[in-house]
């Protein structure tokens, strides 16, 4: 059974939260601050599954999860749940954001929208997520096999002139 849906920025700034369980408010607050800390500090590579916050009902209850962007969709569940299960329905929430944005309908044809998301998996794949970028682009300008520094560029009419610059 789904025990919660929480939904905050990178920040641990709430955007939805449902709770399909009785918790005081006050409780509430610590569970979001709490599931957020759990799910924050964990590195994008390792598994979206962890055993559930102190104060949601301990090793019986999951937290699932994925980091989209600037958002964590995090599903607080009890043990009967499919992990695999609350990973798609997070997808879902994922291809929402695809359809609707700042309130506005951005597109209602389904090929469109599924296009758009396999389109964005297949890169997210190819890149080795975006968390690598950086890493990339060093290794790329590593391996340009450059004899020296360009002093000058030439690019049709217009001449760059390039300052000296420290050597990698």
Not at 24 to 53: P, Y
Not at 150 to 157: E, F, H, K, S, T
């Amino acid at each position: 059974m789904i025990k919660a849906i929480l939904i905050f920025n990178n920040h641990g700034k709430p955007r939805l939260i449902r709770f399909y369980e009785y918790f005081a408010e006050d409780v509430q607050q610590q569970i979001i601050r709490e599931t957020f800390h759990l799910v924050s500090k964990r590195d994008d590579n390792v598994c979206n599954f962890l055993e559930g916050g102190s104060l949601i009902g301990g090793s019986d209850y999951k937290l699932i999860y994925r980091h989209y962007a600037t958002l964590y969709f995090v599903f607080c569940v009890d043990s009967s749940e499919s992990e695999l299960g609350i990973l798609d329905l997070i997808q879902v929430h994922f291809i929402l954001q695809e359809v609707v944005m700042g309130g506005m309908v951005l597109e209602t044809n389904m090929n469109e929208i599924v296009g758009q998301v396999e389109l964005q998996n297949r890169m997210e794949k190819s890149e080795g997520g975006f968390s690598a970028a950086p890493a990339r682009a060093v290794s790329a300008v590593k391996n340009m096999n450059l004899p020296e520094m360009p002093r000058n560029i030439n690019i049709g009419d217009i001449n760059i002139k390039v300052p000296s610059l420290s050597p990698f």
